[in-house]
């Protein structure tokens, strides 16, 4: 069985990450990982335009510094925008300052577009040490997810994978899609009808709140 949800469980051990949005609306929360990244981050921006809909994308800081145009094109569009760490960093690598210093200067690069630093985090692979996350927890909300996109999955054609996301879309879920180099043919595939099939289940997409 492929593991598109995340275990209950999960959501039990770390209740101060948020999984989920509320179910009492049509909303659902769509999340862009890893990028800004030219060739993808626009294409989507655009998708998203055309039928008024909105996303969180999560970023890596040098990604923003390298491409400080798509930042800003995704701020003026009316997305949300939340910390990836500046180098993609995998918690278990690395020391917890180490960890820390490395979100900080993510702050600092997007806080030159945005003006503030983001209040949203989200840890690259989906881990963090608990020393982290309860260092990370007192600045920021810690989004995680409850619908993994599976774009990055190159055993799934674009159809398996746009039908595996539709059949566990629902009220209130945050759906994770990356736009970076290796998912930018999956997600050029998929999210145009995706977004035609929120639209015609009367979804609508909301930007993560702050915290
Ligand atoms: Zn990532």
Redesign the pocket.
Known sequence: MRLYRIPLLLEQLFPNRLWEGPRTERSLYLTF??GPVPGITDFVIEQLAKRSQVATF?M?GDNARKHPSLLHEVVTAGHGVGN?TQH?LAGWKVSTPRYLLDIQLCDETLASVLGDAPGLFRP??GWMSPFQASAVAKEKKIVMWSLLGRDFDSSLSSAQCLQGICKRTSMGKILVL?DQEKTLTQVKNILPDYLDFLIDQGFTTQVIPKF
């Open positions: 990982d890893d999560f890596v990836h993609h690259p692979y990356h």
